[in-house]
């Protein structure tokens, strides 16, 4: 089986020649390819050549069009302040002081910010791999999507005092997700994966989940779905146990489960939805490869009747880890079919 084939058998509870395994290697990719990270996500073609040599060192399953969560409220209009080796972050807020979201225009994806170089590195990745690896583009979820656009005290307090400027808040936030994402199908990603950690519940209760953010989910993953998306995949970081039921309903197939969350209570409440993970994030940094290849081992063993598992981080793999405890979570997967 190629990379894309093992993905999708996982997803299907098909069994795979070995468990997929896919390293959220982000801005690691500049860091292995000693590039600034500034320069990295500001250069589609310069984030799919390092995103190209970190698979050639590790040789995983899937690589990343992806620069950083600034992306969509850069092109709708927020001004960001960029750093040399860190992710840049929002000096101000498009949506400044509560401005309405009627006044924006849904940034064109082909021409607005930093979105055509998204879609290059898209489009270089798909070139380069084909259908033998999985090219995975990104998308923020709507909840995370508003709080970029107006700062997220201000959106939680939108929520509770203006409800119906906050639902066309919301919608923007869709219309815009939906355009970007299916704009990186086009471009050759096999699937945007949809990331939204300000839909937390350490950000808001499951109830206000299921009100606002389920539906448009819900929409979202049904537009990429009909555009051709490979896998529904929802990556929301953080104690998500009290929102898992409600996946199935928005459409997920693949999960993304971070460290706080066990996997038996993942695999209990979604017996038919693929998950991922839950290695911790910080981990690749203080650990020692063979703790990592230990607690790899361990998920392999925990998954290994039920099937549909993607072996991964919990969430992104910081730009600084370290190079062989990346590897040592790639060998596990290797080494155990």
């Not at 992710?87 to 082909?110: E, K, Q």
């Not at 639902?167 to 945007?192: K, N, S, Y």
Request: hydrophobic residues 45%; charged residues 20%; contains cysteine.
């Amino acid at each position: 089986m190629n990379s894309v084939e093992r993905v999708k058998a996982a997803v299907a509870f098909q069994p795979p020649d070995r468990v997929p395994v896919i390293a959220q290697v982000f801005g690691h990719a500049a860091m292995l390819a000693r590039v600034p990270l500034s320069d990295y996500i500001r250069d589609g073609e310069l984030l799919a050549r390092c995103q190209l040599q970190a698979l050639q060192y590790y040789d995983y399953d899937a690589v990343f069009a992806l620069m950083d969560v600034n992306v969509e409220t850069e092109a709708a209009g927020s001004v960001l302040t960029y750093r040399s080796n860190q992710y840049p972050f929002v000096r101000s807020y498009a949506l400044a002081d509560g401005a309405n979201p009627d006044n924006l225009s849904i940034p064109d994806p082909w021409q607005a910010g930093r979105m055509p170089e998204l879609l290059k590195a898209a489009r270089i990745l798909r070139r380069e791999v084909g259908d033998d690896v999985l090219v995975i583009g990104c998308v923020l979820g709507p909840m995370t999507l508003a709080t970029q656009l107006l700062g997220i005290e201000t959106t939680l307090y939108q929520a509770i005092d203006e409800p119906e400027q906050f639902a066309r808040l919301l919608d923007f936030a869709v219309a815009v997700i939906t355009r970007f994402g299916i704009a990186q199908i086009e471009a050759g990603a096999h699937l945007p994966i949809v990331f939204d950690p300000s839909a937390s519940p350490e950000v808001i209760p499951a109830s206000f989940y299921r009100e606002w953010v389920l539906p448009r989910l819900e929409q979202i993953f049904t537009a990429f779905k009909q555009a051709g998306s490979a896998v529904n995949w929802l990556h929301t970081a953080g104690p998500v146990t009290p929102i898992l039921p409600f996946y199935p309903q928005a459409g997920v197939e693949l999960a993304n489960i971070d460290f706080s969350v066990h996997p038996l209570d993942a695999m209990r409440t979604l017996p038919r939805t693929s998950l991922n993970g839950n290695i911790k994030s910080l981990s690749f940094i203080e650990a020692t490869p063979e703790e990592i290849a230990d607690e790899a081992s361990r998920l392999l063993s925990l998954f290994a009747d039920r099937g549909g598992f993607v072996l991964s981080s919990g969430c992104e793999i910081p730009p600084e880890s370290k190079p062989e405890n990346i590897a040592a979570m790639v060998f596990a997967a290797r080494q155990d079919r």
